[in-house]
């Protein structure tokens, strides 16, 4: 049997342990000196994260090759430097060579410390890329200390126990570079050498070129030393590593390696303008009004990747949800959060609150422990926990473009579809709906996105074009309903996604929107009906800014509109005028409510300018209450359903009662039922003729003035404009119609 569980709004804590900090720690990559290799030097590399060593010699007569040994105590390393020799014949030299951990990207630094002894010759070093051509050199040789861009470091001042410590660090188009001088003479130089972009630099060689003679003099100075060499980086995590991130951050790339963790806290966005590869874990945590994010460029990597969504409680509502992870199988998913799903209590098999809309039936499905479903993003689903808790999706994070299919099919609910945000990371609302407006797909008195909200007794916050701005956005893991015109695919493209703050479907209205909300409220509960006014709509139809109502029709206790021109009956939960309509307008207002309860009308929100005056007509009644200084209070003899009785009207001049005119009388073409409607109050005998649009009329009927609504039957007639005339002997009204 399947179960529509209520549910509600919880809050839920998280708290994160004093990590490393992402962005701020620096973490070793790799590392080396010469006392890994205990005296002797071979070709294998005894450090950590470099690649072995490639040794190349020559020398004709000359003396060359490497060994460990000692400089002095500001470079050794437990008395041991690795140390390269030539000398004795001009044509001898010695070089190695070794790869770094991983290329010289933007937050990576590389330090490594020399020490020459003497300045005849050429010795020093090449920062290269994967072809090995020189990027970076810095050489001692003819009495002159160079690196690449800067001659004469130190003012070429020559100490033989001097060493240089050399700090290089990649920048997004440039390398700067520091050498601290110490052990003789000290002094630091730094610099920075442009065009250079991040992953160029790859591996270092180190080389010793004789000059063939002793120019410095005493014997045996003709060595290269060098030692610890380092690689750092601030946004590859490695050496086990836990580390978390803080507020909104943008990095060049994310390199999380096996063994280590990324913690993102619901109040962190993590934007990554190149690749993010996770081999360890990376974790991000929501509580119920905040929600974390990371939009990588590009994903790759073997690790586990978890977004921990908060989902409310069965208490007082469920939720809409979707995965921020590409699929993850229903058996996994329940084996991580079955603890914390609402579940039946049965055994064999237990139904848990979690599942899709089921198209065919119009109803929330219920999984069990048996079923084999997989959990895909871009899918939406009902989800309701114990206790208002987190649940764990755990897979890949999608950084391309999406795609979910939707149908206008089914018993019940035939156009509406479940969906949902398919990123760990905000979607913008106004490029969403600018990316499906346009086109058949979604009906075009609906487009919009229909979230819930929570309340039970209007749960739907909706937004459209009217009542979003260029920051509107929704939440990771948020689902909610879209209406389909026609079968095919929504599209989610990456250019969509954002970071954010903001709660799930918990509208909070800008102050640059001119809107009215109107609110019914009986003294159990209530109901709202929005007006927006701007430069892109009108008083008829505009697809993306007028939204009707979620589900086939407008509930029990209600308040709607209608179209102010060519209405098509469609109940509008938003309504957009232009911004011209403010002075003098008179919208149809649809009001669903019982008999014998009280019911008050009043102005819930408002940004409209002071000098517009707000009046609810009611026709029957014959009153007109200004809104902007009171409330209407009445209850009705009969129950209420549909339009005809009220109206808003807004108005810069000081009108207090309501004149007897057509302008409050709503005609529109249901074209569901193939009939005209005439709603509101007819204070005379009136008759109904109706053109085509060549003028000939084609019906003529009387209308009964007792009634609040008349239906005429026009389906043998063909689709086609028409012109309705509505008029009695003191009044008439004109208006098109289109019926199909």
């Known amino acids: 049997m399947k179960k529509l569980y209520i549910l509600f709004t919880a809050i839920l804590l998280s708290s994160f342990s004093s990590?490393?900090?992402?962005?701020?720690?620096?973490?070793?990559?790799?590392?080396?000196?010469?006392?890994?290799?205990?005296?002797?030097?071979?070709?294998?590399?005894?450090?950590?994260?470099?690649?072995?060593?490639?040794?190349?010699?020559?020398?004709?007569?000359?003396?060359?090759?490497?060994?460990?040994?000692?400089?002095?105590?500001?470079?050794?390393?437990?008395?041991?430097?690795?140390?390269?020799?030539?000398?004795?014949?001009?044509?001898?030299?010695?070089?190695?060579?070794?790869?770094?951990?991983?290329?010289?990207?933007?937050?990576?630094?590389?330090?490594?410390?020399?020490?020459?002894?003497?300045?005849?010759?050429?010795?020093?070093?090449?920062?290269?890329?994967?072809?090995?051509?020189?990027?970076?050199?810095?050489?001692?040789?003819?009495?002159?200390?160079?690196?690449?861009?800067?001659?004469?470091?130190?003012?070429?001042?020559?100490?033989?126990?001097?060493?240089?410590?050399?700090?290089?660090?990649?920048?997004?188009?440039?390398?700067?570079?520091?050498?601290?001088?110490?052990?003789?003479?000290?002094?630091?130089?730094?610099?920075?050498?442009?065009?250079?972009?991040?992953?160029?630099?790859?591996?270092?060689?180190?080389?010793?070129?004789?000059?063939?003679?002793?120019?410095?003099?005493?014997?045996?100075?003709?060595?290269?030393?060098?030692?610890?060499?380092?690689f750092n980086s601030l946004y590859t995590i490695t050496e086990s590593s836990t580390v978390t991130s803080s507020g909104d951050i943008t990095i060049p790339y994310l390199d999380i390696q096996s063994g280590s963790t990324l913690n993102i806290p619901s109040t962190s966005n993590v934007t990554v303008s190149g690749n993010l590869n996770n081999d360890g874990t990376l974790n991000l945590t929501s509580t119920s009004t905040s929600y974390p994010s990371v939009i990588p460029n590009t994903v790759s990597g073997s690790g586990t990747s978890t977004y921990n969504r908060f989902v409310n409680s069965n208490a007082n509502g469920n939720d809409l949800i979707s995965s921020p992870v590409a699929s993850q199988s229903w058996a996994s998913f329940l084996t991580d959060n079955g603890a914390a799903l609402l579940d039946d209590g049965n055994v064999g098999p237990t139904e848990y609150a979690f599942a899709p809309f089921d198209k065919t039936s119009g109803s929330y499905e219920n999984y069990t422990d048996a079923s084999s479903e997989t959990i895909t993003n871009g899918t939406g689903y009902r989800a309701a926990t114990d206790s208002g808790t987190t649940l764990a999706f755990s897979g890949t994070f999608s950084a391309g473009t999406e795609t979910v299919g939707i149908m206008d099919s089914g018993s019940e609910f035939t156009e509406w579809n479940l969906i949902g945000n398919p990123y760990p990371s905000y979607i913008n609302?106004?490029?969403?709906?600018?990316?499906?407006?346009?086109?058949?797909?979604?009906?075009?008195t609906s487009v919009g996105i229909y979230g819930y909200d929570g309340d039970a007794s209007n749960g739907w916050t909706i937004y459209n074009l009217s009542n979003s701005t260029a920051t509107t956005v929704i939440a990771p893991g948020q689902g909610f309903f879209v209406a389909a015109e026609s079968a095919g695919n929504i599209e989610f493209t990456s250019n969509m996604r954002r970071t954010g703050s903001t709660d799930d479907f918990i509208a909070g209205r800008n102050a640059e929107l001119i809107y009215l909300m109107l609110q019914l409220s009986t003294n159990t509960s209530n109901y709202k009906t929005d007006f927006y006014f701007n430069t892109n709509s009108s008083l008829g139809l505009d697809a993306g800014y007028d939204t009707k109502v979620w589900g086939e029709s407008a509930p029990s206790l209600a308040i709607y509109s209608h179209l102010v021109e060519d209405n098509i009956g469609s109940e509008l939960a938003i309504q957009s005028l232009n911004t011209s309509d403010l002075s003098d307008v008179t919208i149809p207002l649809g009001v669903n409510a019982n008999?014998?309860?009280?019911?008050?009308?009043?102005?819930?929100?408002?940004?409209?300018?002071?000098?517009?005056?707000?009046?609810?007509?009611?026709?029957?009644?014959?009153?007109?209450?200004?809104?902007?200084?009171?409330?209407?209070?009445?209850?009705?003899?009969?129950?209420?359903?549909?339009?005809?009785?009220?109206?808003?009207?807004?108005s810069e001049d000081a009108l207090s009662t309501i004149e007897n005119s057509f302008d409050a009388l709503n005609i529109f073409a249901l074209n569901t039922s193939n009939e005209i409607v005439v709603s509101g109050q007819l204070k005379e005998s009136t008759v109904l003729s109706l053109y085509d649009i060549q003028g000939r009329k084609v019906l003529s009927t009387a209308l009964d003035n007792t009634n609040l609504e008349n239906r005429i039957n026009v389906s043998s007639l063909n689709s086609g404009i028409y012109i309705v005339n509505v008029k009695n002997n003191s009044q008439q009204k004109s208006q098109k119609l289109v019926i199909n």
Do not use: C
């Open 595 to 650: 008999q014998g309860e009280q019911l008050t009308f009043s102005i819930a929100d408002m940004t409209l300018p002071e000098s517009i005056n707000v009046y609810l007509d009611d026709v029957v009644a014959n009153t007109s209450t200004l809104l902007n200084n009171s409330d209407y209070v009445m209850t009705p003899t009969t129950v209420l359903s549909g339009t005809g009785r009220f109206f808003l009207r807004t």
């Open 429 to 444: 609302v106004e490029d969403f709906l600018n990316n499906t407006t346009n086109g058949t797909l979604l009906d075009e």
């Open 19 to 230: 990590y490393a900090q992402l962005g701020t720690d620096v973490f070793s990559v790799g590392d080396d000196d010469a006392n890994n290799y205990g005296g002797g030097w071979g070709t294998t590399n005894l450090g950590t994260g470099f690649s072995d060593w490639t040794f190349d010699n020559s020398g004709g007569s000359g003396f060359y090759g490497s060994f460990i040994g000692s400089f002095s105590g500001a470079l050794d390393v437990s008395s041991n430097s690795f140390a390269l020799y030539a000398n004795s014949d001009a044509s001898a030299y010695s070089g190695v060579a070794t790869t770094m951990p991983k290329s010289l990207e933007e937050g990576d630094s590389f330090v490594v410390s020399v020490g020459i002894n003497y300045r005849d010759g050429n010795k020093g070093f090449d920062l290269r890329n994967s072809s090995n051509t020189t990027i970076i050199n810095f050489n001692v040789g003819s009495d002159e200390y160079n690196i690449t861009g800067t001659s004469g470091l130190y003012g070429n001042a020559y100490d033989a126990n001097t060493v240089i410590t050399f700090t290089f660090t990649q920048n997004a188009t440039d390398v700067s570079w520091t050498a601290v001088r110490s052990g003789g003479l000290s002094g630091t130089e730094s610099g920075t050498i442009g065009s250079i972009s991040p992953g160029t630099i790859e591996n270092i060689r180190f080389y010793n070129a004789s000059a063939g003679s002793n120019g410095d003099g005493g014997a045996g100075q003709r060595n290269l030393f060098f030692n610890s060499l380092e």
